[in-house]
């Protein structure tokens, strides 16, 4: 009876032993998984940091060429594009180009525009502005819907700009008129400018 008894005590402390041998073997795996998800982690954070450097890389070399085939004017790129479109195919284009039709801020950005225009495209040239009141009318705003408050509207004429009504809500700038606006049927064709904000 003793033995067995001292069978049954060795047995017990033999799987108590083996017990406390086997915990430290997994601490010491669960830390490696631990680490090793923290390691995948940090080399997905590094890859996804390269590829947005690589991205933003990209739009500066392509920002770069336009500028280099347009001009650049107060913190932006223009680019002029000759081939007459309706207004929503010329915004589409510019808007696929990584840019917007022309809106001028300001008299001289509107004066530097309308250089621009002249010497690309020709001294009579019309081209869309990135300016309408197509969602109320006589409410002019630019092509993020936002309130346009430069405006340059020919006055000089009878009727004065912009006259056309709901039936003319795209606005188009005239070289010939020294950079003068008025509004048209959007579904004439003109030439544009496409504007690239500069990173």
Do not use: F, I, K, W
């Given at each position: 009876m003793e033995l067995?008894?001292?069978?049954l005590l060795i047995g017990m402390l033999l799987i108590q032993g083996s017990d406390?041998?086997?915990?430290?073997r997994k601490k010491p795996q669960l830390k490696k998984d631990v680490q090793s998800n923290t390691a995948i982690?940090?080399?997905q954070k590094q890859i996804n940091d390269i590829v947005a450097d690589?991205?933003?890389?990209k739009e500066r070399q392509a920002l770069q060429t336009v500028c280099l085939k347009g001009k650049k004017i107060h913190g932006k790129c223009f680019l002029a594009e000759s081939q007459q479109k309706?207004?929503?195919t010329a915004s589409e284009d510019c808007i696929a180009k990584g840019g917007t039709l022309s809106a001028p801020l300001s008299s001289l950005e509107n004066e530097q525009l309308v250089q621009y225009v002249r010497e690309s495209l020709g001294t009579d040239a019309r081209v869309w502005l990135g300016v309408n009141d197509m969602l109320s009318e006589g409410v002019w705003v630019d092509l993020t819907g936002s309130a346009v408050r430069f405006k340059n509207w020919e006055t000089s004429t009878r009727p004065a700009q912009p006259?056309?009504?709901s039936t003319e809500n795209c606005?188009?700038?005239s070289a010939l008129s020294g950079g003068k606006w008025s509004d048209e049927s959007c579904r004439a064709e003109r030439a544009s400018v496409c504007e690239f904000k500069i990173v």
């Open positions: 067995r008894v001292a069978c406390q041998q086997s915990t430290p982690e940090e080399l690589m991205n933003l890389l309706s207004y929503h006259d056309g009504g606005a188009v700038l």
